[in-house]
Every structure is written in structure tokens, then in C-alpha cells.
């Protein structure tokens, strides 16, 4: 489904979206990601208003930096009832950015099919993003521009093989050294990546 033509991308403006980081954004799909439900956070950081959003597909705030590769692993294991947190720079109405990480849980009816996904979103610190996923996607945005989504996936999988990490081990582990950094004094507990994030996300 493509965006409502009266939704036409902002211009873009290389500004963070001032917001209060530790909230949490949150939204309801159906399962082909077209929104149901958005909080008051969701609608305060998008600057788009709900009655804008219903009905609209949750790419309306796709940011033009993100690489396409990660939405089609994203949905890939969302399909298959996986969750997969990922880093994620979003669109304001504004024309702004704000980059997120996300968690999912979905609902299936009672044949098993996925009817609902509840996505809950939270801030990234500034140096994971610095240090770490802005390198890695500039060049995953590369290589789909110059040859394609087929070859920006095998990087990344190509990246991930390197680290022997999955996409959401690589994710867990840029989170849990930062928390590390930050309380350099007190020892934390190394975690597997649906504990870290359960923590993360009061779940």
C-alpha cells in the first residue's frame, strides 16, 4: 500500500527532533504494517496528528538514509512470528530525524495467522549511532544505490560473519558496551539479547 498522495515526503532537514528521550513510542499495526493506534509520544515526535496516521502505512515516516535491506530483513522475521529489534532513523512531518531501536510483540488469530504487530520504540544514544550504525548504513545505502538491495544484504551478512554475530546480537552488544562505558564502576551483567531488551524496554 503506498502512502495517501496527500502525505508527499518532507523536505528534509539534517536537524535531530528534540524529544523526551526517555519516553517510549509506541504503535499498533495491522499485519501489513498499516497503523491502527499511535500514543501521544508517537504523535508529539512525528509531528503528524493521529487522524493523519490511521489508515496510513507505517513507511510514511520512513527516513530516505535508511537502508531498504533492514526493512526486508525487519519484515522477513516479523512474518515469521520472530521479533527483531533494529536501529531506526525516522522521518518527522517536520522534515527532522529522530533514530529509535525498536521491540515488537505480535498477536495471531486462531489459525496461528499474525493479525497485529504492537511495536514499541525508544531512543538510541548519540554515540552508537556515531560510532557505529551510521558508518555501517551510509555504506549499506551505497551499495543498494549502485547495485541494488540483492548486494547491500550480502554485505551485511558478509559484516555480521565477520563479527559472528547476528543483527540483533551485533545490536544487543553495541547497547550493553555503551551500558558498560556508562557504569564503568559497577560490573554489568553480560545478557542474551531478549533479556537485555526485556530490561531495556520495562518488559
Not at 13 to 18: F, G, L, P, S
Not at 112 to 129: D, K, L, M, S
Not at 137 to 154: D, F, M, P, R, T
Request: charged residues 30%; negative net charge; aromatic residues 14%.
Amino acid at each position: 500500500m503506498e502512502t495517501n498522495e496527500l502525505f508527499k515526503q518532507p523536505v528534509i532537514i539534517d536537524k535531530e527532533v528534540a524529544w523526551d528521550k526517555s519516553q517510549v513510542i509506541m504503535s499498533k499495526t495491522d499485519h501489513r504494517g498499516i497503523i491502527e493506534y499511535a500514543n501521544d509520544v508517537f504523535v508529539d515526535v512525528c509531528g503528524y496528528e493521529d487522524y493523519e496516521l490511521m489508515g496510513q502505512p507505517h513507511s510514511i515516516i520512513r527516513h530516505p538514509d535508511m537502508p531498504k535491506v533492514l526493512f526486508k530483513v525487519l519484515w522477513e522475521n516479523l512474518k515469521q512470528g520472530v521479533n527483531f529489534h533494529a536501529v531506526v532513523k525516522n522521518l518527522a512531518k517536520s522534515g527532522r530525524y529522530y533514530w529509535v531501536v525498536t521491540d515488537f510483540e505480535s498477536t495471531k488469530n486462531e489459525n496461528g495467522e499474525i493479525t497485529n504487530y504492537f511495536g514499541r520504540r525508544r531512543a538510541v544514544p548519540q554515540e552508537i549511532i556515531s560510532n557505529h550504525i551510521e558508518p555501517l548504513y551510509k555504506k549499506l545505502l551505497q551499495i543498494e544505490n549502485a547495485s541494488g538491495v540483492e548486494y547491500s544484504e550480502k554485505y551485511l551478512v558478509g559484516f555480521l560473519e565477520e563479527k559472528n554475530r547476528s543483527y540483533v546480537e551485533y545490536i544487543n552488544d553495541l547497547f550493553t558496551e555503551y551500558e558498560k562505558a556508562q557504569k564503568s564502576e559497577t560490573p554489568v551483567e553480560v545478557e542474551d539479547e531478549r533479556g537485555f531488551f526485556r530490561r531495556f524496554f520495562g518488559n
